[in-house]
């Protein structure tokens, strides 16, 4: 069975410094697609990136990058030179390759100090 | 601008009434889904639909129901059978076929309520 490990439930990060999310994952399907979506307190789901299990590069989209390490199944998302609005909840999901049902973590609440 | 649109916002229900709760898509795609989300907690798969006139249960569909008649629409029932109906329900859709690994995406959500 497929599951999601997010075990930071609050996060904090200093104005214009870097944050790593954590996340790890636990599938036997052999490919498959890791997404990040953010979650402000207006309630939409966001998609930032994704990371598909084969691609070779870690996947980057302005100031995200998903530091991807397959061995270790982990994919963590990168923020740099946070911004007050990235103050939201974070969500890693995965989902199997053609597949149709995404697994969601519990997320992890970021907390953007001015 | 292509999108899902969900309604109402804010919904309230009274004990042994069912509600539905509407999901409106307008970007072309074949997958829709329903998630339902509690306090600090992630998303939960309800109900989901390939395609039309199909759709399957996910993993928490006990007191809801769905019907996908049209491409554009996938509206929830929440029936009175669902006892614990209070949280965020997200509607979302995709595209499909084999090496899909397109996002999903997601509507602005309803929040229902217990009277």
Known sequence: AQKITQTQPGMFVQEKEAVTLDCTYDTSDPSYGLFWYKQPSSGEMIFLIYQGSYDQQNATEGRYSLNFQKARKSANLVISASQLGDSAMYFCAMRRTGGFKTIFGAGTRLFVKA | ?115
């Open chain 2, 1 to 115: 601008d292509g999108g899902i649109t969900q309604s109402p916002k804010y919904l309230f229900r009274k004990e042994g009434q069912n509600v539905t709760l509407s999901c409106e898509q307008n970007l072309n795609h074949d997958a829709m889904y329903w998630y339902r989300q509690d306090p600090g907690q992630g998303l939960r798969l309800i109900y989901y639909s390939q395609i039309v006139n199909d759709f399957q249960k996910g993993d928490i569909a006990e007191g809801y129901s769905v019907s996908r008649e049209k491409k554009e629409s996938f509206p929830l029932t929440v029936t009175s059978a669902q006892k614990n109906p209070t949280a965020f329900y997200l509607c979302a859709s995709s595209t499909t076929g084999t090496g899909n690994n397109q996002p999903q995406h997601f509507g602005d959500g309803t929040r229902l309520s217990i009277l």
